[in-house]
């Protein structure tokens, strides 16, 4: 007993160890915290006094700083190796990402110098780090969403296509938590000072912006197409073989978050309280707190699952990068209760984390992409695998295509292949000029890999 | 025959010292509640429930903060009442802390009991309208779930109390009002659940409301709220009757 305990622990360790496993669970739970810190101290009736809220939102950004370098090596190791085959554009990609972090980083540690020395902060501070996080969100997801339309017109995989409309409804959710973020901000003076939590979020009147339902519905659309990209997912790890445990994993983030959405379920839900208050509030306020977390995280936790039985390490970690944004995108676009009180701002480290979201589900697809139409041997381990593979497979055919496709007007107009003789025209391809005509693209792509270096 | 009298006797002999001992002690806890509490659309005292409620916001807002429970600054008291005449108005249910015992004397006079309440007005907002206020009065109460008892006894389907009230106008006197009202006259509304009870009989009783509250998320961001409030209160009979 004690043995198998001991093996219990040491297996728990062991897991913890490993450099992403640490890094996902430390964010999850870094976002979780952050996002639903007001929420569990009145569940649990923690203190409110300003001392106590600025050493635990001392804590979040000392770990968000941390966690922000151990990205920055992170995602510095997976790329530095592979330049050869991915090319210059994925090294600037890298660099700009470093920078952004780092700016970041400093502009949140300003906030936290100026909260604990002068105990109040400049709110341009806070549009400063809104700004840029979004900013970055943007162009990254409709970047993405180009690069997928791209991938789907010439291959029409089903899947590319839900992911096509996720990368569009990120699009739409992150400019509407944006423009409602701001709007909610106006209504605070420059100079944000110490003020009482309880007050803040029970007796003071909301003037809601009329963006919020619009940013809320894009909320749901969002996680139901992130949801059906799951489903996808799920299917070809469970869903073959135990339709039961399919639906039953399926089914929990949608209810728990159908359940907290929508007026009428609430209330249902919320009527079971005179039934038996004492037995009612624990059993609630927990799970009223992760209704949003849960559906984000075992969306991730299911890509990893599917990910993790890749074999070819290089590949498996830029899909790593994707099971992280698709953790950060819905946690990071969620609400909370960060423009109602602002000292200090509990909600904003996990706002921050928008950028990084869509860069991660963007560059790990992407650089998966690239890696796999560059590598043939890699193509070739593709073949008659499950339908997962089937997806990476379209996507590197395509990429390889796009790329094939600004070749042949140069190998058109070169003197060494001239297809255009009218002797020739209308007869198949000899055997000679099928391997000349390789050699050429060949060159011709190698040339052009070196050019981006 | 005899013997199954006698255990029947006995049986109820032994229910019966005990409960008639407790009505003879207690001797002013309700039988029922119904018999004491004003219909949602009667008017007592000659107003109607949604004008008992304006009376009371304008009560209420005007509280100085050390008095305020919903202000940072509210100091508890023993017991917090408000009173306008001969009516006897309860606290707000916003409280520094979810779970307060107030220990009160009253006279024997009607009572107003504030379960639910959410007013506002002109005064708190920057570019106000009619449609504002509308929603803010109700961005909340739709979703509690309340139970009042007094003397332990449930006021039945209290969501029946709920009422609006028409538009009145709010005098704001006290400058740091904990809702962060402009001083002066601003038109206002307020939806509440706030029954009004006739005068108890003089001797000890409780008044208990409890609030269960958490608001969807697409309608807004907002944290659960639990309120237990509990008032002990002594009724001293009334000298002039």
Not at chain 1, 85 to 99: A, M, Y
Request: charged share 20%.
């Amino acid at each position: 007993m004690g043995w198998s305990a001991f093996a219990k622990l040491s297996n728990i360790v062991n897991l913890l160890s490993q450099k992403y496993i640490f890094i996902f669970i430390t964010l999850a739970l870094l976002i979780y915290f952050d996002s639903s810190f007001v929420n569990l101290s009145e569940a649990l009736h923690l203190p409110a006094n300003k001392i106590y809220l600025i050493d635990v939102f001392l804590i979040f950004v000392t770990i968000f700083i941390v966690i922000n370098v151990l990205l920055i090596f992170t995602i510095k190791n997976i790329f530095s190796k592979n330049y050869r085959i991915l090319g210059t554009r994925i090294k600037v990609l890298q660099s700009f990402i470093v920078l952004y972090l780092i700016t970041v980083s400093i502009l949140i540690m300003i906030l936290i110098f100026e909260i604990l020395l002068l105990e109040r902060y400049n709110i341009y501070l806070i549009y400063s780090l809104l700004i840029i996080t979004h900013f970055t969100a943007i162009y990254f997801s409709i970047w993405g969403t180009e690069k997928f339309l791209k991938w789907f017109k010439s291959t029409k995989n089903k899947l590319l296509l839900v992911y096509i409309v996720s990368f569009i409804t990120f699009s739409v959710l992150i400019t509407l938590s944006f423009l409602y973020t701001i709007t909610e901000l106006q209504h605070f003076p420059e100079t944000i000072i110490p003020g009482d939590l309880k007050r803040m979020i029970h007796a003071v009147s909301i003037n809601l912006s009329e963006i919020y339902p619009f940013y809320r519905i894009s909320f749901l659309i969002t996680f139901c197409s992130i949801w059906v990209l799951n489903a996808f997912l799920l299917y070809d790890y469970y869903g073959r073989n135990n339709r039961l445990k399919f639906w039953a994993i399926l089914s929990i983030p949608i209810v728990f978050f159908l359940i907290d959405f929508f007026p009428v379920t609430l209330k249902l839900l919320t009527s079971l309280y005179l039934l038996n208050p004492s037995l009612f509030l624990p059993l609630y306020t927990i799970p009223s707190t992760i209704a949003t977390f849960i559906g984000a995280a075992m969306v991730s936790i299911t890509s990893w699952l599917v990910i993790r039985k890749i074999e070819n390490k290089v590949f498996k970690n830029y899909l790593i990068l994707v099971t992280f944004g698709l953790l950060l995108i819905l946690t990071s676009t969620q609400e909370t209760l960060f423009p109602r009180f602002l000292f200090p701002p509990f909600g904003l480290i996990t706002i921050l984390f928008v950028g990084l979201a869509i860069y991660l589900l963007f560059i790990g697809f992407y650089s998966a992409s690239l890696h796999i139409s560059r590598d043939t041997a890699l193509v070739r381990n593709f073949a008659n695998r499950i339908y997962q593979y089937e997806f990476f497979r379209s996507i590197a055919k395509s990429q390889l295509e796009q790329d094939i496709k600004n070749i042949i007007p140069i190998v058109l107009q070169s003197k060494e292949f001239n297809l255009q003789k009218p002797e020739r025209l209308g007869l198949d391809l000899r055997k000679e000029e099928i391997e000349k005509l390789f050699q050429i693209v060949r060159r011709q792509l190698e040339d052009k890999l070196s050019d981006n270096k | 025959m005899k013997i199954f009298n006698k255990i029947i006797f006995i049986s109820l002999l032994l229910i019966n010292i005990p409960a008639s001992f407790f009505s003879f002690t207690n001797v002013s806890a309700l039988e029922s509640t119904s018999d004491y509490v004003f219909e949602p659309d009667s008017k007592p005292y000659g107003h109607t429930y949604g004008e008992w409620e304006a009376k009371f916001w304008g009560l209420h807002v005007n509280l100085q903060p050390d008095k305020s429970p919903a202000s940072p600054d509210y100091k508890p008291t023993e017991c917090l009442l408000l009173q306008d005449g001969n009516m006897t108005f309860l606290s707000d249910f916003y409280s520094e802390i979810e779970y307060r015992n107030y220990e009160c004397k009253i006279s024997q006079t009607p009572i107003v009991i504030p379960a639910l309440t959410e007013g506002c007005s002109y005064g708190e907002f920057e570019s106000p309208t009619d449609k504002i206020i509308e929603d803010c009065i109700k961005s909340h109460n739709p979703y509690a779930v309340v139970k009042v008892t007094i003397d332990g006894k449930e006021i039945p389907d209290i969501d029946r109390f709920r009422i609006t009230s028409d538009w009145f106008i709010l005098n704001v006197t006290q400058k740091d009002n904990p809702y962060d009202i402009k001083l002066g006259s601003h038109k206002a509304k307020i939806d509440a659940i706030m029954p009004i009870v006739k005068p108890l009989p003089s001797g000890e009783h409780e008044i208990r409301t409890e609030v269960f509250q958490d608001v969807p998320s697409i309608i807004m961001s907002d944290v659960p709220l639990h309120r237990v409030i509990t008032y002990n209160l002594m009724v001293e009979p009334n000298v002039n009757k």
